[in-house]
Nanobody, 126 residues
């Protein structure tokens, strides 16, 4: 089981940027499929972006394609989510998650992820 801690959330104006970090311990991020999810008030948790275990392939939700970027620093055992051109509809609690799926595909279903961080709040004002 890997422990995940998110940081980097905050309040930003529309059009601004934030970078979220997900620091892992008890496991190596390069040996997991990693994902970022978000949950807005009154809504279900939704997939934002994922990176596969094998090959580090990435996949994005249509709503963030071209604005968000996932990356991984193996030396720091940390996964990042760079968010640019933020919109008010991006406001949510963002979660980092890990899945023991050793494959080149990007894992999208939340139920497949077994380890979750506590979340970090992102608020985008208009």
């Amino acid at each position: 089981q890997v422990q995940l801690v998110e940081s980097g959330g905050g309040l930003v104006q529309a059009g601004g940027s934030l970078r979220l970090s997900c620091a892992a311990s008890g496991g190596t991020v390069s040996r997991y499929a990693m994902g970022w999810f978000r949950q807005a008030p009154g809504k279900e948790r939704e997939f934002v972006v994922g990176m596969s275990w094998i090959g580090g392939n990435t996949g994005y939700a249509d709503s963030v394609q071209g604005r968000f970027t996932i990356s991984r620093d193996n030396a720091k055992n940390t996964v990042y989510l760079q968010m640019n051109n933020l919109k008010p509809e991006d406001t949510a609690v963002y979660y980092c998650a890990a899945a023991s799926v050793r494959h080149s595909i990007v894992v999208r279903p939340a139920r497949t992820y077994t380890d979750w961080g506590q979340g970090t709040q992102v608020t985008v004002s208009s």
